[in-house]
């Protein structure tokens, strides 16, 4: 059975009121790879009646009362994604497919049924928010998921070009869950229930809006940003409020001034791994609810398992460390085997499980021997810390257990794989060509200039080449036809015509072809954005020009991609 969706199912399912309305522009896709799903199948097994309201008509405020009004608040999330990351490509153009509305289909109407308008609205977490706030001012709304997340504090966005508020001031929102939320969503639901006011709630993961911070003022290890209106009128406050931010890493209290009003935020909670099995273990339909016929990005995950989340690679230009986190936390052998059997259990199952793994796979199981630390530079630009202990072995015995799983035919590894040695030795190399992958083995260079690789925070180019030589000679040893299909960001901030020479030169030289290009997009908070916004390095101070015409930007992804 769903969650409901409307006033018919809620009565089916005897529900009155809902405690909980979650409220996403995603089609509900019942399935523990979608946000909305997990959340809302969590706070139903700790005995909430959660409904959700999946793509409401958001120019009419009373559409987001069609469950009617919740008995605790409204949580609204902007997707699986931001939305003007969904809504437009690199060059600021609208895009023409929404994967996660039925057939990619972006607009409420189809064609021939006249003027259009997006099921996604730009800045979907304000849209929305402000019109719950016009329909039923009084119940609390929790935001959150990746675009509340990452647009948490004063930042540069690309697609207006300039320094917005933090969303939390935008949206109108009580309280803001940041990272994964499950656990602070329940605790905030809880505080909300037992009548404390948002102001006043001091939960880990989250943030409100307070006229005052007598609370941390003389605690030294509150961290106090530069103003928002600091940051709007110079970019190096701006640069020093990122490397605030940055090398908190959500261990302290963080605040930041607007105007008369200040955000405050509370430290991080890591989830711990049987808790991240607890909800992983949660009943699902694994399937998209029945109003919608086929929803594109559920048929790239449907029979893919989870099995771990954060990175330690710390990408300049990924979002993931900001949301997930720089820790890897892993679910269980037990877990991750239990779901493969659920699955392959069900009546449509062909017999693929096309992923096991997390933003990256190889790093399920990895850990720190000392603890953890600040700067998380796990991979010591591919030599790898000491400290590091790598779970590849482990992950690989999971898939060949999982294998053996009763009509289980195949495996797949389609996360992303990294090629440092420290976590992908000779052995993991030839038991991923021998038996996960078909034909490809996709991975990420990124780049093949070594200065614009050192600011992405990428391995270099010598890391790559060690990577290839072992890699050829598995290869030519096992008779594999296996072959290298890169990644690349083109227009990345540094990155010149020398540079692009550089990564042709690099594409040829080690015969990469069937390249896969993207122009740089500058998204919320990450360190390239603010490069990109700079013009230099907030770390290091090293100037990164960067060429800023599309079409410029598009002849250089062209000239690559012929290349390859």
């Given at each position: ?135 039923c001012r009084d119940v609390p709304i929790i935001i959150g998921g990746i675009e509340a997340s990452l647009r948490r504090i004063a930042h540069y966005d690309f697609w207006s070009d300039k320094i917005r508020r933090s969303i939390l001031f935008d ?327 020398k540079e692009i020479l550089e990564t042709s030169e690099f594409l040829k030289r080690f015969g990469l072809s069937g390249a896969q290009s993207q122009i740089f997009t500058p998204t919320p908070m990450t360190r390239s954005t603010a490069m990109y ?32």
């Open positions: 059975m769903f969650l409901p969706t409307s006033r018919l199912e809620m009565q089916k399912q005897g529900i009155e009121q809902c405690d909980i309305v979650i409220v996403t522009p995603d089609a509900y896709v019942d399935h523990p790879s979608f946000a909305m799903a997990i959340l809302g199948r969590f706070l139903e097994r700790q005995g909430y009646k959660v409904g959700i309201l999946s793509q409401p008509d958001w120019k009419n405020p009373e559409s987001f009362l069609e469950l009617g009004v919740p008995r605790i608040a409204f949580a609204v999330s902007g997707g699986q994604a931001d939305s003007m990351v969904i809504n437009y490509t690199a060059k600021k153009i609208p895009r023409k497919e929404d994967r996660f509305c039925e057939d990619g289909n972006p607009y409420f109407s189809k064609k021939g049924e006249g003027k259009k308008y997006r099921i996604r609205p730009d800045r979907t977490v304000a849209v929305y928010c402000n019109q719950i706030k016009t329909a949206s109108k929102a009580d309280i803001l869950v940041y990272g994964m939320g499950e656990y602070p969503l329940l605790e905030t639901v809880q505080n909300l229930e037992n009548g404390i006011p948002p102001e006043k709630i001091r939960v880990p993961n989250t943030a409100v809006i307070c006229r005052e911070f007598d609370d941390y003022q003389n605690d030294e290890n509150t961290v106090i940003l530069p103003s928002f209106k600091e940051v709007e009128d110079s970019k190096d406050k701006f640069a020093e409020a990122w490397r605030l931010f940055e090398k908190n890493d959500d261990r302290n209290v963080l605040v930041q001034k607007y105007d008369t009003r200040y955000y405050v935020q509370q430290p991080k909670q890591q989830v711990a791994p049987e808790e991240l099995d607890y909800i992983y273990d949660l009943r699902f339909e694994r399937r998209p609810h029945p109003k919608y016929k086929r929803i594109p990005a559920f048929d790239m995950i449907e029979t893919s398992v989870t099995s771990h989340r954060g990175c330690f690679g710390d990408c300049s230009f990924c979002a993931i460390s900001a949301h997930q986190g720089k820790e890897i936390v892993s679910r269980s052998r037990d877990s991750i085997l239990k779901e493969v059997k659920a699955i392959s259990g069900m009546n449509n199952f062909r017999g693929t499980i096309t992923d096991i793994g997390g933003p990256t796979a190889n790093m399920y199981g990895s850990k720190c021997a000392s603890g953890g630390c600040i700067s998380h530079d796990c991979l010591k630009s591919g030599e790898g810390c000491k400290n590091l202990v790598p779970g590849t072995k482990e992950y690989l015995s999971i898939l060949d257990e999982a294998l053996r799983i009763q009509s289980v035919k195949r495996i797949q590894i389609n996360s992303g794989i990294r090629y440092e040695q420290c976590i992908l030795n000779d052995s993991a190399i030839e038991s991923i060509l021998g038996k996960y992958i078909s034909g490809r083995m996709k991975i990420a260079p990124e780049s093949g200039s070594d200065k614009v690789l050192e600011l992405m925070n990428k391995p270099s180019v010598k890391i790559f080449e060690d990577f290839y030589k072992r890699f050829a000679g598995i290869r030519k040893k096992s008779g594999l036809k296996c072959i290298l299909t890169p990644y690349l960001i083109t227009g990345h901030p540094g990155e010149g015509e916004y700079l013009g230099y390095d907030p770390m290091t101070g090293q100037k990164t020009e960067s060429e800023k015409d599309r079409k410029k930007l598009e002849k250089r992804k062209t000239y690559l991609l012929n290349r390859s």
